[in-house]
């Protein structure tokens, strides 16, 4: 009964526009429906690379996208969709990298309204795009003034490992300043040999 009932479901969601294996259609999607057809190929591949939980997309596969993929990648980070979703899609932009990417990320490692995780994942980010001398003074905002404590340890093992000893130095001062929270810091720290 149960098998059959299974088969049932399966053969319906694949009689469904996009079959089975492909993300349903988001609001984003929807808006997007006059696009042209590599347009609307390039978002089916974005929204499927940010649909897979069980593994990560190899950076690879999101350079393949090319440029094309950062602004649907910028709307996705601002979107209301799930904050793993959008975590994933900046996290994305980091890969592809470029000047869009990079005020995206800034973006929204400074926006106080947004989820936590999505905090962190840009601060992550741009700890990764960001050219060395620029780390640092980026992501001091995060580093001091976030108001959650997990944003503000990613955001000390980013200049831990991209703004050499100046990054160290941030990081050991931030965890100095929050003695109960130190163990937030140890990847910061261990980062800079401690």
């Known amino acids: 009964m149960i098998a059959t009932a299974l088969g049932f479901a399966l053969a319906l969601a694949a009689a469904q526009p996009g079959g089975l294996g492909e993300p349903p259609p988001s609001t984003a999607s929807a808006a997007h429906a006059g696009a042209s057809p590599a347009d609307a190929a390039l978002r089916r591949r974005v929204e499927a690379y940010l649909g897979v939980i069980d593994r990560p997309i190899p950076e690879q596969s999101w350079r393949s ?3 094309a993929a950062v602004p649907v990648l910028e709307e996705i980070a601002r979107s209301g969709q799930a904050p793993l979703r959008r975590s994933n899609a900046l996290l994305a932009l980091a890969v592809l990298g470029g000047e869009r990417a990079e005020a995206a990320l800034l973006e929204h490692a400074r926006d106080g309204s947004a989820p936590w995780s999505v905090r962190a994942a840009a601060v992550r980010g741009a700890g990764h795009l960001l050219p060395p001398e620029r780390a640092l003074a980026e992501l001091r905002p995060a580093l001091e003034r976030d108001a959650d404590a997990r ?8 200049v831990a490992r991209r703004a050499g000893s100046a990054g160290c130095s941030a990081a050991r001062a931030q965890a100095a300043r929050e003695p109960s929270r130190r163990a937030l810091y140890d990847r910061a720290l261990r ?3 401690r």
């Open 65 to 67: 996208l090319g440029p």
């Open 151 to 158: 944003v503000r340890a990613t955001a000390a093992e980013a």
């Open 191 to 193: 980062a800079c040999g």
